[in-house]
């Protein structure tokens, strides 16, 4: 099997260990979102103030950070679950008021736009002080994948857009978990190209 340099605690050129399994990534993602959007939708509500996007993206960030780093916890800390929900907080409190918490597929995308770039952000920094490299992509690829998580799910749940769902349900997630999937493993490749040539 491949290997990455890396333990949860050292830098990702501390140590070597095997590559996650391939189903971990899809499966956190596919059982994280929907289940933290879930959680925070009977929790707080709508996303209609400022206080509940903030309440509803701690408590779904909290859970999708959960789901991401069982499958990552060998390569990147606990602080993983707490970044995700801080971004997912402030990013949906920010992107949900600037869209004045509309529910037309151009303010989802938008709403989307703006969590996924402080989500991604934030993880970024965990990635990069992990030792991974290419962080900044994690931070470029993340917006524009939840503005489309986003319109992709408005197709399905469009009967009940009007309860204002912290993020993108199970359909939106697919593409999610195909392209952050793809950059995750170009990560793993490139940090190991870089650990064998040092």
């Known amino acids: 099997m491949t290997t990455v340099t890396h333990t949860s605690s050292q830098p990702a050129t501390a140590r070597t260990h095997s590559r996650p399994r391939v189903w971990a990534w899809p499966l956190a993602a596919l059982l994280g979102f929907p289940i933290g959007g879930y959680i925070a939708n009977l929790a707080v509500g ?12 701690l408590i779904a960030g909290a859970v999708v950070g959960t789901a991401q780093w069982l499958a990552l916890r060998q390569f990147v800390p606990w602080l993983w679950i707490a970044t ?24 989802l995308m938008l ?23 290419g962080a900044a992509w ?35 997630v697919l593409l999610y978990v195909l392209v952050t999937g793809l950059l995750l493993a170009w990560m793993f490749r490139r940090t190991e190209s870089g650990a064998r040539s040092a």
């Open 138 to 172: 994690w931070v470029a690829v993340n917006p524009p994948v939840w503005a489309l998580a986003w319109l992709i799910s408005s197709y399905v749940i469009s009967a009940n857009i009007d309860k204002r769902f912290t993020n993108f349900g199970a359909s939106g």
């Open 84 to 107: 995700t929900s801080l971004g997912m907080s402030v990013g949906l409190a920010i992107g949900a008021a600037a869209v004045d918490y509309g529910i037309d597929r151009g303010e």
């Open 46 to 57: 709508a996303v209609d103030s400022v206080a509940a996007a903030i309440a509803a993206g």
């Open 111 to 133: 709403m989307g736009a703006v969590t996924g770039l402080v989500v991604g952000a934030l993880q970024a920094l965990v990635l990069a002080r992990q030792g991974f490299g």
